[in-house]
């Protein structure tokens, strides 16, 4: 059983499509990091959050934190085909423990 | 700045076998993390390494162990390998638990 349940598992849209990936627990965690992982390599970070409620923006991608704490969203406003990829969301206390992720597919 | 290396990029050991995997951290990264992450079952937490002694373990068997060198470098041994040992081997190294840089792992398939 993952510490992180993320969903959808999998998800294919077309380019210029808005969607929105979630992460969530049952535990809080002191900081939540979204990630992003290529065929091949190691998962890139994307954004650390820190505090409840609080929303990051970076260009297309919006981030947010629980108001607990406990969960986040991913929302990606007009999808390109270079979002393809899988995304990781990952809490943090003593370590990090991750989710299974959602594959993203955005086709042109 | 080097990033994260990870040696061997790929490797084909036989059940049974022993391995060993490195990992050299960015400079000034004291902590270094070992993660599994096998076909469609995410990252899996295996060792949390921080100014060489072992700070954290995840739900794996005692054949996964590690070290870290005075330098921060680590190791990854496993022992008795195990047709499900295949996976993607990925260390990741920080400062603090702010995030971390992953390297592009080693691929290890057991046969």
């Known amino acids: 059983t993952q510490l992180l349940e993320q969903s959808p598992q999998f998800l294919s849209i077309q380019e210029g499509e808005n969607l929105t990936v979630y992460c969530n627990s049952s535990s809080v965690f002191s900081s939540l990091q979204w990630y992003r992982q290529e065929p091949g390599e190691g998962p890139v970070l994307l954004v650390t959050?820190?505090?409840?409620?609080e929303v990051k923006k970076l260009k297309r991608l919006t981030f947010q934190f629980g108001d607990a704490r406990k969960d986040s969203s991913l929302h990606i406003t007009a999808a390109q085909p270079g979002d393809t990829g899988l995304y990781l969301c990952a809490g943090a206390n003593n370590d990090m423990r991750f989710g299974a992720g959602t594959r993203l597919t955005v086709k042109p | 700045e080097a990033g994260v290396t990870q040696s061997p990029t790929h490797l084909i050991k036989t059940r049974g076998q022993q391995v060993t995997l490195r990992c050299s951290p960015i400079?000034?990264?004291?902590?270094v993390y070992w993660y599994q992450q096998a076909l469609g079952l995410g990252l899996q937490f295996l060792l949390w390494?921080?100014?060489?002694?072992?700070?954290n373990r995840g739900n794996f068997p005692p054949r996964f162990s590690g070290r870290q060198f005075p330098n921060y470098s680590s190791e990854l041994n496993v022992n008795a390998l195990e047709l499900e040992d295949s996976a993607l081997y990925l260390c990741a190294s920080s400062l603090a638990n702010y995030g971390y840089t992953f390297g592009s792992g080693t691929r290890l398939t057991v046969v």
């Open positions: 390494y921080d100014e060489g002694e072992e700070r």
């Open positions: 959050v820190v505090t409840g409620g």
């Open positions: 400079s000034g990264h004291t902590s």
